[in-house]
Nanobody
């Protein structure tokens, strides 16, 4: 079992930056990857970024490429999402999720590929 807790959300002006964090606990040695998703009101939860838990390879959705950076600190069991040049359309609840080592593919970009989810943290970007 793996637990995830997001933090660091808040209100930021357009063009600003924010870093959200995902603290993991439990059997993290069993993880293949950790991902970030986001969900705006009345919208589907969409993939944002993923990182291999051990290898460090990263993958981003096109809309955040060059603006967002996912990173990890395995010693702290923490994954970060640094968000720069934020736009109002980035406003959403941001969720982190963990994918177990269970034969899955890289990169995991769909919700069903993840086994554990955090509660989400709200990110609001004003115009």
């Amino acid at each position: 079992q793996v637990q995830l807790v997001e933090s660091g959300g808040g209100l930021v002006h357009g063009g600003g930056s924010l870093r959200v964090s995902c603290l993991l606990s439990g059997r993290t040695s069993s993880l293949h990857a950790v991902g970030w998703f986001r969900q705006a009101p009345a919208k589907v939860r969409e993939f944002v970024a993923a990182i291999r838990w051990n290898g460090g390879s990263t993958y981003y959705v096109d809309s955040v490429m060059g603006r967002f950076t996912i990173s990890r600190d395995n010693a702290k069991n923490t994954v970060y999402l640094q968000m720069n040049s934020l736009k109002p359309e980035d406003t959403a609840v941001y969720y982190c999720a963990a994918d177990r080592i269970d034969g899955g593919t890289w990169p995991p970009i769909q919700r069903f590929e993840y086994d554990y989810w955090g509660q989400g943290t709200q990110v609001t970007v004003s115009s």
